[in-house]
T-cell receptor, first 115, second 116 residues
């Protein structure tokens, strides 16, 4: 079974702090994603990566950056956390650049609170 | 850009009954994939079922089946013999099969309650 592990289940940070959310997958997947989930808004894509050191902006990249130095690890960085970034963050991975029917495998999510 | 609409924010069903969750999408593409994901209170999103747009036959997975109407751009999920463990948020998602796009577009979700 694919395992996608997010380093923290709950996180509380202060406004202005630099925040790192870590995600590791163990199935050698090419693609990795960061989504943000808010009530009534569903899942919105922040960034994704289809290869090491490659990244593409999703729908809401402002205030975020990402890093993918190794294939199994995809980090989401909040450069200067703000209260409107309080949310649930979901990491996901999938195999194959052009395997369109390949499903996403999700981690358990990190609930981030910025005070 | 593609959009996915789930018009029912909440639904409820009696245990052992059947419930249908609605999903419509907007696209100009002819080749794509559609997915239903389930998110139980434990928070981990799980794939329920997927459908290739080029296939006319509706996908089924045990008690879960879809009604895919390509012309109407509709992709509803039917859960038969509902069980308490089916209680969750359900998300419909769209993925293009052209242009090398990797991302899925999700709807806003439907919260399903199963009453004993």
């Amino acid at each position: 079974d694919v395992k996608v592990t997010q380093s923290s289940r709950y996180l509380v940070k202060r406004t202005g702090e630099k925040v790192f959310l870590e995600c590791v997958q163990d199935m050698d997947h090419e693609n990795m994603f960061w989504y943000r989930q808010d009530p009534g808004l569903g899942l919105r894509l922040i960034y994704f990566s289809y290869d090491v050191k490659m990244k593409e902006k999703g729908d809401i990249p402002e205030g975020y950056s990402v890093s993918r130095e190794k294939k199994e690890r995809f980090s989401l960085i909040l450069e200067s956390a703000s209260t409107n970034q309080t949310s649930m963050y979901l990491c996901a991975s999938s195999s194959g650049r052009l395997l369109y029917n390949s499903p996403l495998h999700f981690g358990n999510g990190t609930r981030l609170t910025v005070t | 850009a593609q959009t996915v609409t789930q018009s029912q924010p909440e639904m409820s069903v009696q245990e052992a009954e059947t419930v249908t969750l609605s999903c419509t999408y907007d696209t100009s593409e002819s080749d794509y994939y559609l997915f239903w994901y389930k998110q139980p209170p434990s928070r981990q999103m799980i794939l329920v079922i997927r459908q290739e747009a080029y296939k006319q036959q509706n996908a089924t997975e045990n008690r879960f089946s879809v009604n895919f109407q390509k012309a109407a751009k509709s992709f509803s999920l039917k859960i038969s013999d509902s069980q308490l463990g089916d209680a969750a948020m359900y998300f419909c998602a769209y993925r293009s099969a052209t242009g090398g796009s990797e991302k899925l577009v999700f709807g806003k979700g439907t919260k399903l309650t199963v009453n004993p």
